[in-house]
């Protein structure tokens, strides 16, 4: 096992909150949010996902900082360090598993992206109506040996970068692409809200209509929680293993959370009005976001500029995501394996693009092959790993740091001074009662084990 000497550590607080941002703000937020969103009928599930983000995902948010500044280990060591006997390392395995199923087909979606931004490069959205843009998505779909070309272009530009180390590159980079696409979004958010199907669009995110709640929709708003705030996975475990001494855990998950939403929020603002303008399905599934936003760019004055710089930013956002979860899976393989990060990086890296293949393969060659019921190879992964490996991870993080860890740890905490005293015991309450039985209950009720 690697000392902690060794360890690399985030050289500034602002640089770790940016990773961390880095890490959940991604496609889960621009592409998977709104087009969950739209098949499970809109605000109600909106509702649902956030009381998910404020009862189960911030405090595993805490706990999966706390769980990794304490042991100074990525996952599977941290469990073996903190818990004592050998069964809490399975906690940090379910992890990595998560990591590398995800990442081999986030990977795919990733593809899709840059294709855009080779599309945007040459202005092909400029001019052209609805149904051809349409075409072009279902074009890329269609394409074995595109699709399985820019799954390879992307794992490898994760793969550069994990192997090149946490290095301050990234956090810089970070602190410049983050703002950035912030502004970007928000020019987009106006231009919708000026669409004449706003109104449309923003009862369709915020009314919540509660007859559209079934235990389904609760489980995935659940899933898309875990997802898009990076737990339940081990990833915050390992950034928070690069973490000083001092820094406030607290705040900083308080900082990702509301960041993390607030992407969330504005990319469904961004795309719903544009659903009910141009008379698309908000349930279209995953090519929602694909179909719908170059027809706001092929609208707009300088649009072929703004689509590229829009698809750029977000295959940084994306990169930043999918390096925390090749991360996970690396960081195994060198602290524990003693691999060199080149090692790990290779080989884990080509492997998961091997295994991603068939989720590039879904929409085209394996169409036919269903693995759940109807869903795809593609689909089948996403569901799976979001709406169960993630928060069985994140059930057994909460008990293992509420129940397990000893209290002196929990709370002898930078940030617990005498203002945040009673945030902290709060915190912990809801830790070890509420967030447990919360996804407990959402799990059994899912599995038809309960019912209501
Ligand atoms: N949170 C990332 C996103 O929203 C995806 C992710 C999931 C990253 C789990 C790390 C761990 O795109």
């Known amino acids: 096992m690697n000392t902690d000497k060794k360890r690399e550590v985030w050289s500034t607080k602002i640089g770790f909150i940016f990773a961390a941002a880095g890490s959940a703000v991604g496609l889960g937020n621009m592409w998977k949010f709104p087009y969950v969103t739209g098949m499970h009928g809109g605000g109600a599930f909106v509702l649902v996902y956030l009381l998910s983000v404020i009862v189960i995902g911030f405090p595993i948010m805490v706990a999966e900082f706390m769980i990794g500044r304490n042991a100074r280990q990525s996952p599977v060591g941290a469990f073996a360090k903190l818990g004592g006997t050998r069964w809490w390392k399975l906690v940090g395995w379910l ?16 593809g899709w992206i840059l294709d855009y931004v080779v599309k945007s490069i040459l202005n092909q959205f400029q001019g052209s109506s609805v149904s051809q843009i349409e075409g072009m998505f279902d074009g890329i779909l269609k394409n074995p040996v595109r699709q399985v070309g820019y799954h390879a272009l992307f794992i490898s530009l994760a793969i550069y970068i994990v192997k090149g180390g946490v290095s301050r590159g990234i956090e810089r980079w970070n602190k410049i692409l983050m703002p950035a696409l912030f502004g970007i979004l928000l020019l987009l958010v106006i231009n919708s809200l000026l669409c004449p199907g706003a109104k449309e669009g923003i009862k369709f995110l915020f009314y919540p209509d509660f007859s559209k709640i079934t235990p389904a929709a609760v489980l995935e708003a659940m899933g898309q929680a875990f997802f898009s705030l990076s737990l339940g996975m081990g990833a915050m475990i390992t950034y928070g293993s690069y973490l000083g001494r001092k820094a406030d855990l607290m705040n900083a998950a308080v900082e990702v959370c509301i960041l993390d939403t607030m992407v969330a929020l504005i ?31 092929s609208k707009l004055p300088w649009g072929g500029l703004i689509a590229f710089l829009f698809f750029l930013l ?42 991603g293949i068939p989720s590039a393969l879904s929409f085209n060659i394996l169409s036919n092959l269903a693995l759940l019921g109807e869903k795809n190879v593609f689909d089948s992964l996403d569901f799976v790993a979001t709406n169960y490996m993630l928060p069985i991870g994140g059930l057994l993080i909460a008990v293992f740091c509420g129940w397990f860890l000893p209290k002196k740890e929990t709370t002898d905490q930078p ?31 899912k599995a038809g084990l309960i019912n209501f």
């Not at 992890?95 to 990733?110: E, K, L, P, R």
């Not at 394996?337 to 080989?347: F, I, P, T, V, Y």
């Open 95 to 110: 992890g990595v598993a998560s990591g590398f199923i995800i990442i081999s087909y986030y990977s795919v979606v990733g």
């Open 267 to 297: 990319g469904g603002l961004v795309i719903f009005p544009i659903v009910f303008s141009y008379g698309l399905p908000p349930s279209a599934g995953p090519g929602l976001f694909f179909k719908t936003l170059p027809v706001v760019f």
């Open 314 to 355: 977000v295959t940084f956002a994306a990169i930043t995501s999918a390096i925390s979860l090749l991360e996970v899976v690396v960081s195994y393989f060198i602290d524990e394996m003693n691999w060199s990060r080149k090692k790990a990086s290779l080989l884990t890296g080509i492997t998961i693009f091997i295994f």
């Open 415 to 445: 940030g617990n001074n005498g203002k945040n005293f009673y945030f902290y015991r709060g915190w912990l309450l809801v830790l070890k009662y509420i967030t447990p039985v919360a996804v407990s209950i959402i799990l059994l009720q």
